[in-house]
């Protein structure tokens, strides 16, 4: 029996974000860092293009196209893995993995913690920094640039 995750609001879930001196960026070296936006194959796994003929079954899941990337390691916790991956796309997970040179096993055992481990590094360390994301149907490319993927359409492509 699956246990749906716990709703919250975005103050609670930062209030239990644990930052690093690494989520910090500072180009400068003048001391005054700020937190850097960054993409994760777990955001990745959330988004869908909506342009206008596109179905959401069309438009999932995005093809990754990462031309840099970064991994800055977090704290693994398989309980808080297994309760996320409930939520996860497992096979878009895989795909979007190989992308950024991770491989994943096809499917999940639950108890291999190796495996645990992989996955939780493919969708929390692996930051992607620059790159795009494609539209299966479309082609529609959606930049990342800084770490942010820009899912803006053009007037012409609104439904």
């Not at 749906?4 to 930052?19: G, I």
């Not at 989520?23 to 293009?49: E, I, K, W």
């Not at 040179?101 to 645990?116: C, F, H, I, T, V």
């Amino acid at each position: 029996r699956k246990t749906p995750l716990k709703h919250t609001t975005a103050t609670e879930l930062l209030a239990t974000c644990k930052f690093r001196r690494s989520s910090y960026f500072d180009p400068c070296g003048s001391g005054n860092a700020f937190f850097r936006q960054v993409m994760r194959l777990l955001t990745h796994n959330m988004l869908m293009s909506n342009a206008k003929g596109v179905s959401e079954a069309e438009g999932y899941p995005l093809k990754l196209e990462a031309t840099e990337t970064r991994v800055e390691e977090t704290e693994f916790d398989a309980d808080f893995l297994k309760k996320t991956l409930e939520t996860v796309k497992y096979d878009a997970l895989v795909a979007a993995a190989h992308a950024v040179d991770r491989e994943l096993p096809a499917s999940l055992d639950g108890a291999d913690e190796a495996a645990l481990r992989a996955v939780h590094e493919a969708l929390n360390d692996v930051h992607v920094v620059e790159g795009a994301l494609v539209c299966p149907k479309t082609g529609r490319r959606f930049p990342i640039n800084n770490g942010i993927p820009n899912m803006l359409l053009h007037e012409d492509e609104l439904s």
